[in-house]
């Protein structure tokens, strides 16, 4: 166990009416930042999203409210107008709020949304950021976002739009050609037609990709694949989002930096407290 009380520096006040928009990282606790653990221990509410682990909830005093307002897809799910609107209410009736959110709150987590919101009723607030999961769950699965000698570029997309289809905005062609590597949220239930819509713009079939599911977590899930077969692959592994799909030569660097899961099999095999070791 170790003292997670927060070292003896000056952190800001969440004061009464304020509401911080605070990233929680992709899921592992460990990745909380300290404005956000600072947060958890002032805040009267807390919102969370879907994704926010439950073990960093836990982080806040037992007396703290605690407010669902998750978004899955295909699932039932809070309206974004009605979680600003619950956002505005609290910080109104004095409430020091905060607003936890998976990952990164201004990496499509509609964030920028709910600050609008804030803007438009004169509520204060803060912004705190998160590892999104598109850089720390490409991390924990030994993939780096970029690498020298291999791509001075990345681009991250997002697999379907506000209505839950493949955004028709972006220039496939353009995306294919100019960007070694893609990262994209949420794309599996589109991933045959992504990943058409980048062959047909010049990516070849047989390029590394990756499909890393509950990333940062102990049951986190890689799926090495092509881009080619990528969608039978993810249909036949039986995956279920959430996940990260990346397309580019850097998931070939995994072959070598696949390291969490050499940690969780030591972890695995090592007696447990209780027990006396093997002679």
């Known amino acids: 166990m170790i003292d ?5 520096f000056e952190f800001p006040t969440l004061e009464a009416g304020w509401v911080w928009l605070a990233g929680a990282g992709p899921g592992d606790p460990g990745l909380l930042s300290l404005h956000a653990l600072n947060g958890l221990k002032q805040a009267d509410v807390i ?10 909830l836990a982080l806040a005093d037992k007396t703290t409210e605690v407010i669902y307002a998750g978004k899955r897809g295909g699932k039932p ?6 979680i600003s609107l619950t956002l505005i209410q609290l910080a109104k009736s ?18 920028g949304e709910e600050a609008l919101a804030l803007v438009d009723a004169g509520i204060p607030f803060r912004i705190i950021p ?3 999961a598109g850089v720390g769950g490409l991390a924990y699965a030994g993939i780096p ?6 791509n001075q570029a990345v681009t991250f997309l997002t697999g379907h739009d506000q209505n839950g289809v493949t955004p028709d905005e972006l220039d496939w062609d353009a995306l294919a050609k100019g960007s070694p590597v893609i990262v994209m949220y949420m794309a599996m239930k589109h991933i045959s037609l992504i990943s ?13 990709a990756a499909v890393i599911c509950n990333a940062t977590l102990q049951d986190q899930t890689v799926l090495e694949t092509t881009l080619g077969s990528c969608a039978a692959d993810i249909t036949n ?16 660097l995994r072959d070598q930096m696949n390291w969490l899961e050499p940690v969780l099999s030591q972890s695995s095999r090592a007696p447990r407290m209780e027990e006396e070791p093997a002679l």
């Open 130 to 132: 998160g590892v999104t």
């Open 47 to 56: 919102v969370y999203d879907a994704l926010v682990d439950a073990r960093i």
């Open 94 to 111: 004095g409430k020091r709020v905060l607003r936890l959110k998976g990952g990164d709150p201004f990496v499509f987590g509609r964030g």
């Open 196 to 208: 058409q819509k980048l062959m047909d713009g010049g990516r070849h079939p047989s390029e590394r």
């Open 77 to 82: 799910s809070a309206k974004q107008s009605d």
């Open 145 to 150: 976002a970029t690498h020298r000698g291999i």
């Open 237 to 252: 592994s039986g995956l279920k989002p959430p996940a990260i799909v990346v397309v580019g030569e850097v998931v070939s």
């Open 4 to 8: 997670i009380s927060l070292p003896d």
